[in-house]
């Protein structure tokens, strides 16, 4: 597996704009993390889904910010309008199963994309 | 609600010498995780412990977990510059109501000659 795919690299925007981040997850993978990281704030938990199902979304930080995963293999981070504020690179991490650690032992570690380096202008 | 926290938030090391990161955390956790991270580039991670008194080693860096005290320890045996980059614990409730993975600070080691 090619490991968590995420684009794009690097997004420069102006703010107003709206701006969507993709995430692609190892296959097989269960969950699915989005986290933001700064420099003030480290790295910050936004949502997660289990099964394409938000679970907890209690950390995205405003209105402006939606996720979605239509399907296992996709999910989205959306943010509109941008803020400057909204700077930040943007994570996106998979794990399997707790179930895959008694069927398949494997671990249930997350493995992170790329992520994407927001500048909002 | 589930925090993590890790000390030091800085790290200064001499090549050669022994170091400690510790993580701290408020609730019953299932996994502890540590993650490297180096400028720049993404999450890599290091080590899983699952239960009380797991110990896990590779190469300079040995991990342990102590879920009665809800601390992880992240040992640095005789530094070397490689070693350079910031260090994230990690924790996770996947069997409790929160399947969610939330991330100490990190630790920012640095290695001098």
């Known amino acids: 597996d090619a490991g968590v795919i995420q684009s794009p690299r690097h997004e420069v925007t102006e703010m107003g704009q709206e701006v969507t981040l993709r995430c692609k997850p190892i296959?097989?993978?269960?969950?699915l993390f989005w986290y933001r990281q700064t420099m003030m704030r480290g790295l910050e938990l936004l949502i997660y889904f289990n099964n394409n199902v938000p679970i907890d979304d209690s950390g995205m930080p405003e209105d402006r910010f939606s996720a979605k995963m239509p399907n296992a293999s996709f999910s989205t981070l959306k943010i509109q309008p941008s803020e400057p504020r909204d700077s930040a690179v943007y994570f996106c991490?998979?794990?399997?199963?707790?179930?895959?650690?008694?069927?398949?032992?494997?671990?249930?570690?997350?493995?992170f994309g790329q992520g994407t380096r927001l500048t909002v202008v | 609600e589930l925090k993590v926290e890790q000390n030091p938030l800085f790290l200064s090391m001499q090549e050669g010498k022994n170091y400690t990161i510790y993580c701290n955390y408020s609730t019953t956790s299932d996994r502890l995780y540590w993650y490297r991270q180096d400028p720049g580039k993404s999450l890599e991670s290091l080590f899983v412990l699952l239960s009380n008194g797991a110990v896990k080693q590779e190469g300079r860096l040995m991990a342990s977990l102590d879920t009665k005290a809800r601390l992880s320890t992240l040992h640095i045996t005789a530094a070397v510059h490689d070693l350079s980059a910031t260090y994230f614990c990690a924790v996770s409730n996947y069997g409790g109501s929160q399947g969610n993975l939330i991330f100490g600070k990190g630790t920012k080691l640095s290695v001098k000659p």
């Open positions: 991490a998979s794990s399997p199963s707790p179930w895959a650690e008694i069927l398949l032992g494997v671990n249930t570690e997350a493995f």
């Open positions: 296959s097989g993978h269960d969950y």
